[in-house]
C-alpha cells in the first residue's frame, strides 16, 4: 500500500473545513452520507475508515470521529460492542494484528458497485454513478462547464482514475495534476496529500 499522510497532523475538528475540497469525490459522499445518516455499513466503514487512519488520525480520534456520529442513533453501548472492533482492528489492535492501508482506487473500482439503494456508498463514484447523478454531484461539488464535461467525458471512456485528476484541477485551480501523475489518482491519500 501506500504510505500514509505526508506529516501533517490533522484534527477531526479540522475535518468538515477540509474534507470539501481535500477528500476526493469517493470519500467525501461517504462522509457527507456519514453525516446524513449516521451511519455506513461496512463496506464504506473499510473505505474511509482506513482513509481517515491514512490521513493521520490516531486510533482516538477514529474512534471518537465515528462514535460522535453512530451515538446519534444508537446507543454508545451498542457502539462499542459493534463497531469500535473494526476500528481497532484497522489499527492492527484487534484480530491479526497488522498495519492495515487504505485501498488504492485500481482496488476500488475493480470491487463490486455499491448499490446506493440499500445504502451502500462505498466505491468510485466515477465508476458507479450514473451519468445524471455524476453530473448533478459535480455541480453540488461546484464543478461544472468545461470541467464537468471533460470529467462525463472520460468517464464514458471508462477513465475514472483522469476523470478524478480532472475533478481535482478544478478543485485546486492553477494545478495541473493530470499532466504530472500521466493520467490520473491513484490513490484516495494521494488525492488528500497532494491537495494538502
Ligand atoms: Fe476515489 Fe480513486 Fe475514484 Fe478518485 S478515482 S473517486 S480517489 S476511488
Known sequence: GRPTANGNKVSIGELPAIAPRSFPLCMHNMNT????????KHGARQQLGLFLKGIGLSVEESLAYWRAQFTKKMP???FNKEYAYNIR???GLEGKRQDWSAF???KIINSPGANAAAAEHHGCPFRNF??????????????????SNFILEKVRGHHYQVACGKYFEAKHKGTTLIERELGGIEHPNQYFEESM
Not at 33 to 40: D, I, P, R, Y
Not at 130 to 147: I, P
Open 130 to 147: 450514473d451519468e445524471a447523478q455524476l453530473r448533478a454531484q459535480l455541480q453540488l461539488m461546484q464543478v461544472t462547464g468545461a470541467d
Open 89 to 91: 482492528y484497522n489499527y
Open 76 to 78: 454508545a453501548d451498542k
Open 33 to 40: 452520507k456519514l453525516h446524513e445518516a449516521h451511519h455506513l
Open 104 to 106: 488504492s482506487c485500481g
